[in-house]
């Protein structure tokens, strides 16, 4: 019964379009051919048996579609109608899919006016909702609403996929990510295999090694809390170990004449 409409409106589509030249009588042929199945099969076989011995009233396609709709319509279309009103809603769809349906539905209720925009907004997903009620100037016609909410959900989707994209760690050229934060609030960056850190951590280079500020060869070195009392071996220096030394890797400058 729910698809005897849209079953009538494909067909009429469908003769407007490539049949208008066409006989009545092949019209009605045509739609007949596309009745099928369980109890519409046997109704056509019935209607076919009258159109052959002239009994019947079915003379033109728009007679067809009106025998249709009187045998397998519902009878009151009218109450499906608002409860289909009383019960949709948006969801997880788009409210171009939403205003489509709401719109089908909504032929034939009988709803207009405030009741008719009550029931819109009631489907709408409660943040549209919100934001359209709370606007400067609030839409005031189911026609307001229904263009007012399509263009807010598109400009809230388009809005949360830009944010996804920028969210996204940035390639460079050399292949390497950029992720967003670093180690110690730093960053990282770089082209052509290189990391460096920026702005939390000192540079790397690509072999790993750190490349940040040398260390004061005279600072007093803790060695895992056990007190900074040692005495470099190798240039005799108090404060230090001979790991750290720095007059251990200190290069001679020579100047040949």
């Not at 409860?83 to 969801?91: A, D, H, S």
């Not at 609403?145 to 809230?156: G, M, Y």
């Not at 934060?181 to 730093?186: D, K, L, P, V």
């Not at 082209?191 to 500020?213: K, M, S």
Request: include cysteine; glycine fraction near 12%; charged fraction near 30%.
């Amino acid at each position: 019964m729910e698809e005897v409409s849209a079953f009538i409106n494909a067909a009429r589509i469908y003769i407007r379009m490539k049949m208008t030249e066409e006989a009545a009588t092949t019209q009605v042929a045509w739609v007949l051919s596309y009745v099928q199945g369980g109890i519409a099969e046997a109704w056509k076989d019935n209607l076919m048996d009258e159109l052959a011995k002239g009994e019947s009233e079915v003379e033109t396609v728009e007679q067809l579609f009106s025998k249709i709709r009187n045998d397998f319509g519902e009878t009151s279309e009218e109450e499906r109608k608002i409860e289909q009103l009383w019960t949709i809603e948006q969801r997880g769809r788009t409210c171009d899919e939403y205003v489509q349906e709401f719109k089908k539905v909504a032929r034939g209720s009988s709803y207009k006016g405030r009741p008719l925009i009550e029931e819109f907004k009631r489907g709408l997903n409660g943040v549209i909702r919100r934001k359209l009620a709370e606007a400067e100037e609030p839409p005031t016609t189911i026609g307001e609403w229904q263009e007012r909410a399509v263009r807010l959900d598109r400009n809230q989707r388009q809005s949360r996929t830009e944010e996804r994209v920028l969210g996204r760690n940035v390639v460079h050229p050399g292949g390497n990510a950029q992720p967003r934060g670093g180690y110690g609030g730093g960053s990282y960056g770089g082209r052509g295999g290189q990391i460096t850190w920026r702005a939390g951590a000192p540079p790397v280079n690509r072999g790993g090694n750190q490349t940040g500020p040398r260390r004061d060869p005279n600072a007093m070195d803790v060695d895992r809390g056990r007190g900074g009392d040692r005495t470099c071996y190798h240039c005799g220096k108090f404060g230090h170990m001979a790991r750290n030394c720095w007059e251990r890797n200190k290069t001679r400058v020579v100047d040949t004449p």
